[in-house]
């Protein structure tokens, strides 16, 4: 049986600080499931890490020459702003719920900024992730977001040239799931959605041009009727599928990416619906979630984020060399905020435990490690600062033949045992 | 047992050195556990003996001065201080030739061991490095996907830990599978971080009884990578066969002017000789991005490949299983026709992409792309690199080429039949 409170910090969150861990054992159980889903008061220290102020984008009136390689170096500079902001954000705040959640979103609903190249649109959307109370909400907001728009080419789509492309990813990736509509459905949501466009000096929202847009009659999923972009996420909305979806992909994420969602979980969660934190309410509450039987590979952004938190340390407030090395080891390792490889988000899993990645992650825990110069500790200490419940007799070992403190951390920090939550 | 009675062992035991891995989790690493391994059928050895070498430039290497339309006067307007004059030019034909800096080349070209892909690009081109590079490793024009047309190969035939190594300083998308990912290999051994001992990583990365399966696969990880790392080392200590023992050996590691590229493809050309059971190994050269006085530059760093690859292909002509190898190079896209005006050019689209080996029909395979009818400036593509690559997926790892890259019409290149 696992500590299952740990757990549950671990999975909630990006990874407890012993301190934490210490006053959720003390509070119980419930009463902490109850102080991630509804934290009281405004995040404080949260605040620590303000939202970036970007100012308008440097694209407005389309640059030429050197203006426009300006206005590249501009939006470089930005994206570097709010890469660093959301990693220091993540480590900085107490309601670690949330910030998981948002993180999640941004998995889930995945644009890159390497083809979206706007860090204002990319913001927009980000927001969208913290300001929706429920998942409807943000479907709608999403689906005439610009950054989506642009991402999923349908600003490209007219009444003229139908573009199923965000049509395929609303129905397959973001709400339904596959295997719940048929091409057909697809081709009539894409005329649904024709009409956007994108205007620079608007990151925030979509501009809707009615004259590109099919006002005919669509049947989508059996149901005819004249769907515009908010008229079909709302139907899709209300599918009982995308209910089940959604829970099936937060169980995916907190729960276990290898074993499916148990059937009474599903039922649950789905009840829940749409209200997605009291669905993580359900989950966390649920006795399968509890048994700690199922295993999560830590992501790269969780690994680095959990021990920064741990540590007491700031991604961003680190000399600027070493800060730079743990980037680029993000990087290394397939994971840069704003840059998922593909609209499928994330790998998960046995994806992130190769060869390679541990390789990478052994040079970034010798960084954290050297930055964070800890004192001399006992194995058990180490376990405790990590909010690891036991170390294995190998791992035990291995720890047992570091020297000096840096090197207990490091080994601490690749083990297997702190890896997978 | 002495070098070659454990070198001649190796080769056969090819492919069973993913089980040796399970059966040694627990023990020492290195040749001694693949020793210890059954025999696979000589058939599947013979299959698995065919390797692959992938050759990135990245950068953007400019196509037009690399296989040069020497006799074309467009060339010549369009880039009057870049062009190449004829008579400098490594004739290949009556209107194309090299790069005066890939004389070696043009000796394997004289000797038919080297294919020219003319005109090699694909749909709607992306200039952007980033973009580009990743739809040629991932073989994915459309639309982003997470994983690389070598490690979908990896994925699809559960492939063990050293069936892809790369010697980049990074793992390249090329050989990320979505449950599989090449070996990144260091040149210099492996850098542990200080106070990091080998023997702390090995205690990491055994297995428990009754771990959980991600606990055990992240420890797994461990093991693997001081494997890999460990057969690559043996390979690069192992005593020449008495087929190459005449050989110079290029030293193993970047001392006294090598490039790295020639350094990596020593480490290469040792692990084939000692009959490492890779079947792809990914090593690179960079620099190509030459938006000025791009001349020297460019004529460097073709120097660097030339030296490297015709050495390096002279090297596996003299053995088996180095006759077995077949190797590629390419770039994320070429520069544009016309010149710019710091001497230089910038991004472009379609390139020449090389294909070398003992086994590879020599000459020239699609067509060179007119200088005059051009998409905004830029080459158009007469050749899908997914062709090139899904050649390559089918008679050098004997797969089929659409299981590994989709949503392509196949239009395979005859580049191991007979000579044109």
Known sequence: MSDSVAMLLRRAGFGPTASELDAAKKAGYAATVAKLISPRGPDVAASLAPIPNLGPDPFIGSPMGQQRAAAVAKRRQQTSQIVRWWLDRMTVADHQATEKLVFFWHGHWATSIEKVSSPQQMMAQHMKFRDSPDFRVMARSLVTNPALIWWLDGQTNTKKAPNENLARELMELFMLGIGHYTEQDVKEAGRALTGWKLETRYPDAGVFLPQYHDTGKKTILGTTANFDALGLVDFLAKRPQCARFIASRLWFRYASSTEPIPRSTLDKMASAYPSTTSMLRTLFLDAEFRSGRYQLVKQPVEWLVGAMRQLRMRPTRLPEASTQRLLGGLESLGQV???????????????????????VRLTMAQVIAEAAQPHRMTVEEL?????VETWTDRTYSALKQASAPQHLLALGLVSPEYLVS | MDALTRRRFLRRSGVAAGAALVVGAGGGFGLAELLATAEKGPDVVARDEDKLVIVTLYGGNDGLNTVIPYADPAYHAARPELAYAPEDVLHLNESLGLSPGLSGLKRLWNEERLAVVLGVGYPKPDRSHFRSMDIWQTAAPAAPVATGWVGRWLDGTNASPEAAVSFEPVLPPLLAGSTRAGACVTI????????IKKEMISA????????????????????????VDQLVREAEKAEPSTEASELTYVPGTGTGGDSLLATQLALVSRCIEAGVPTRVYSVSLGGFDTHADERPAQERLLKQLDDGLSGFMDRLAKTEAGRRVTVVVYSEFGRRVRANASDGTDHGTAGPVFVLGSGVAGGLYGEQPSLTDLDDGDLKATTDFRDV?????????HADPAQYISNHQFKLLPLFGAPK
Do not use: C, I, M, Y
């Not at chain 1, 376990?383 to 909010?387: S, T, Y």
């Not at chain 2, 990491?204 to 494997?227: I, M, N, S, V, Y």
């Not at chain 2, 690559?389 to 790892?397: A, D, N």
């Open chain 1, 337 to 359: 905020l704003f840059s998922p490889p593909s609209v499928g988000g994330w790998p998960s899993g046995v994806a992130w435990l190769t060869s390679s990645a541990a390789q």
């Open chain 2, 188 to 195: 210099n051994a492996l850098q542990l971080p200080s106070g």
């Open chain 2, 204 to 227: 990491l990365g055994k297995t428990q009884q009754d771990e959980p399966e991600l606990q055990a696969r992240a420890a797994k990880a461990f093991h693997d990578f001081l494997w």
């Open chain 1, 383 to 387: 376990a405790n600062l990590l909010a």
């Open chain 2, 389 to 397: 690559f899904g050649t390559l997926l089918g008679s050098v790892l």
